[in-house]
């Protein structure tokens, strides 16, 4: 599985601004990864390797203004994990009566939930450059990410790996499957349970049942595969191939949340905004 790689929640999000807002050093550092990068280089101040090295580097630079406050301007969750931040530093550092500020933003990656990389900028328009070209280019690896999934998930199958104990790393426990089997029943199969009923069902109709994926790929957030199925009934001993197409839905942990399964692959397609 790839990391997770999206932002967290809004509440999250309000306590680290809150927590820079105020210079509280130790609710800022939860937000970092141990192995974090603090890169500040673009401002003039080096970068730093680890979340004992950003440690120290915020209690110098807070601890040097008598009074210090940063008003945030504004917060985008740019995608694919990348937040960017515009603030304004304002303070008066130790000894003097003058004031002075600072405006600049900031561009950080989060994964997990934890910052990994936090890279500041004095140019506005180049940090706001800098986190669109980033989120395209995490987009395009965790596209990838996704399309592997799905290929590895059809080679479990194809060898005949298919049994629960596979579920958890590739499935959400709330996952809904839809196929023409459920179709009959008239609701999808939900959960392990309806998995593992997917998986007897279609073993007790074909003694034969594996998919050869020909094109697959991510459309907004989602997987689609084009195959051909080739299967042979238990009863009749016929076998038969067939085009076959499915629409796969990721969680946020990369598991799979729900799978459609189509014969008629022109409906696929349309299920997910593309003409052939």
């Known amino acids: 599985m790839s990391d997770e790689s999206t932002t967290p929640d809004s509440v ?28 500040g280089s673009l401002s003039g101040m080096g970068s730093l390797q680890g979340a004992a090295a950003i440690r120290r580097f915020l209690d110098d ?13 504004e917060v985008l969750d740019v995608g694919n994990g990348v937040m960017l931040s515009v603030s304004l530093q304002k303070g008066r550092p130790v000894g003097s009566t003058g004031y002075v500020q600072l405006r600049y933003a900031t561009v950080a990656v989060w ?9 500041t900028y004095p140019d506005i328009d180049e940090a706001r450059a800098s986190a669109e070209r980033l989120a395209r280019e995490r987009g395009s690896a965790m596209s990838q990410d ?29 996952i809904e499957l839809e196929s023409p089997f459920s179709a009959v029943a008239g609701e999808p199969y939900r959960g392990y349970a309806g998995m593992e009923q ?14 050869s994926p020909h094109e697959v790929r991510e459309i907004d957030n989602r997987v689609l595969a084009l195959t051909t199925v080739r299967a042979r009934g238990r009863a009749s001993d016929i ?38």
């Open 12 to 39: 999250e999000i309000t306590r680290f601004i809150d927590a820079a807002s105020r210079g509280d050093i130790d609710l800022l550092m939860s937000f970092f990864a141990p192995d974090a990068v603090w890169v």
């Open 111 to 119: 994964v997990e939930g934890m910052i990994e990389r936090f890279t």
């Open 146 to 174: 996704r399309v592997d999934i799905v290929l590895a998930l059809y080679e479990h199958w194809n060898a005949g790996d298919h049994g629960a104990e596979l579920f958890p790393d590739y499935f959400d426990p709330a």
């Open 61 to 73: 630079w807070i601890g040097s203004y008598q009074e210090f406050e940063i008003e945030t301007e």
């Open 239 to 276: 076998t038969l191939e067939f085009p076959s197409a499915g629409v796969l839905d990721f969680g946020g942990d990369d598991r799979l949340t729900r799978i459609r399964i189509y014969l008629d692959v022109d409906e696929a397609l349309k299920a997910v905004g593309v003409e052939r």
């Open 198 to 211: 997917w998986v007897g069902d279609l073993d007790e109709q074909f003694s034969l049942w594996s998919i």
